[in-house]
């Protein structure tokens, strides 16, 4: 039996469910497609476990350093059992609020594996949703009026580097460890492969990154990927640039032994697993897009700035799109599309109002263009940069490592971009956001009073230092 929708999403992750509430909110009648597990790989697979490890890596590491907060804490010793346990609860807890906002909003949730069907006896167009449920029942069959892709994406691996599960894995092996090893290779020095390295140093594990690129973390600000390769040389991380991994050295049995090529050198490196983080490849495969005339680049979906593909009644947001592949992202996107979709006329996202984090220790955020970025585009630029080294709350928290660093066009003051690498600053970065929505000058960011004494208190700095007029440096 045929079921009509106004709209079926395909795919029950962060930017899916999001999408769903909000046309749920505005009347139209909403299904969610998910194979796996509503809240997508952002609640169970990426974002929400990676920072619960993080957290429990960050508190093993300060109860190491009590004493010199003056408190005694004798030979703390690290339960991953029961790391792994909390991480569980939080993923879990978090799982029976997305299914309560579904009964809360009335969305249908079909539990299978969609695919888009082309012109048949249901519709004359693309569009209509076989589901293979995941119960082994018949097909159910679902008839929209529009249709959301939000499948989401996967993480890549290199040829030769086949993934095990037991010497070689990728993040989503990694996440269901069930003891540490003592020494691993992290293939890939971006956003998630400098997190773990942060976590599993902070563990106690010895950590060689390995990143092809002359920097870590190529897509952030210079200073900031300076700062980082710092801080994790301070964690006693091993981070090797301009390296090129040799696939076809691997060997494993004992542990892991790879070579990398490295200022014209082959290098061995040994370690007990491996985990490869070179990025993710969106799931476009199976579900149905050939029998559409949606156009798929490089791997990704193409789409208008309202997330419209060549087939006007199907939307595709997130991961599967390219772009930042944030889960924040994908929300906004997930709203924009429906609010199309009904009429609402949205204002289409900006990639330079778009804040990303990175929730390594240090911590990094960033808004905007890099400084690079800005003389690319030909900007006359002036930079304000303050240390938390300056800051009294850093100094309280035990934290000063890190900066606050602003860019502004010189010639007419407005703010381009906010970068910052240190404690908590993945909490502060929202007010830089909040600056590039309402087009701020760093004097208005200057003018915006910072109670004292708190971490922001880096931010007003940074932003008097654009004119050389801060005060504590």
């Known amino acids: ?87 569980q609860l939080i993923v879990d807890t978090l799982h029976k609020g997305v299914q309560g906002l579904m009964k809360k909003g009335k969305i249908d949730v079909y539990e ?30 679902l008839i929209p009026k529009n249709v959301l892709i939000a499948t989401g994406s996967s993480p890549k691996s290199l040829p030769g580097l086949e993934v095990d599960g037991e010497f070689v894995m990728t993040s989503d ?85 790879i070579q990398a090529e490295v200022d014209g050198e082959k290098v061995t490196y040994q370690a007990e697993k491996m985990l490869v983080s070179v990025g993710r490849a969106a799931n476009v495969t199976n579900i149905g897009l050939e029998n559409t005339d949606i156009q798929v680049e490089n791997g990704f979906i193409q789409t208008n700035d309202y997330y419209q593909t060549k087939e006007s009644h199907i939307y595709a947001i997130g991961d599967v799109i390219g772009g930042m592949q944030l889960a924040h992202v994908a929300s906004h996107e997930g709203m924009t599309a429906v609010e199309h979709m009904t009429d609402k006329q949205p204002h289409p996202l900006n990639p330079e109002q778009i804040p990303s984090c990175i929730y390594s220790s240090p911590e990094a955020s960033s808004v905007g263009l890099t400084e690079a970025q800005a003389k690319e585009k030909g900007y006359n630029i002036k930079v304000g940069k303050f240390p938390f080294q300056a800051i009294g709350k850093a100094l309280v928290h035990g934290e000063t490592d890190g900066f606050v660093k602003i860019i502004a066009d010189k010639d007419t003051d407005d703010l381009l971009g906010v970068h910052m690498i240190g404690p908590h600053v993945t909490d502060m970065i929202s007010e830089a956001g909040l600056a590039k929505v309402l087009d701020a000058t760093p004097w208005e960011i200057a003018e915006t009073i910072h109670p004292h004494p708190t971490l922001a208190e880096a931010v007003g700095e940074a932003a008097m230092a654009v004119d050389g007029n801060q005060i504590h440096g």
């Open 112 to 141: 299978g594996f969609g695919r888009i069907l082309g012109p048949s006896i249901f519709s004359p167009t693309a569009g209509t949703i076989s589901v293979e449920m995941n119960n082994g029942e018949e097909n159910e069959m």
């Open 1 to 87: 039996m045929a079921e009509e929708y106004d709209l079926v999403v395909l795919g029950g992750g962060t930017g899916g469910y999001v999408a769903a509430i909000r046309a749920s909110r505005l009347g139209l009648k909403t299904a969610i497609v998910e194979k796996r597990e509503l809240g997508g790989t952002c609640l169970h697979r990426g974002c929400i476990p990676s920072k619960a490890l993080l957290r429990s890596a960050e508190v093993f590491k300060q109860t190491k350093e009590a004493d010199s907060y003056g408190i005694t804490v004798e030979n703390p010793v690290l339960n991953f059992q029961k790391v792994q346990e909390r991480k």
């Open 173 to 257: 092996e990694a996440l269901n460890m069930e003891e540490l090893p003592a020494s691993i290779i992290i293939v890939g020095g971006g956003v998630i492969g400098i997190e773990w390295a942060s976590m599993l140093a902070d563990f106690g594990v010895d950590v060689t990154v390995l990143e092809y690129l002359p920097h870590i973390l190529p897509t952030e600000d210079e200073d900031i990927s300076r700062e980082m390769k710092k801080q994790m040389k301070k964690k006693g991380v091993d981070v090797v640039t301009s390296a090129k991994v040799l696939s076809d050295t691997l060997e494993t049995g004992e542990g892991v032994t």
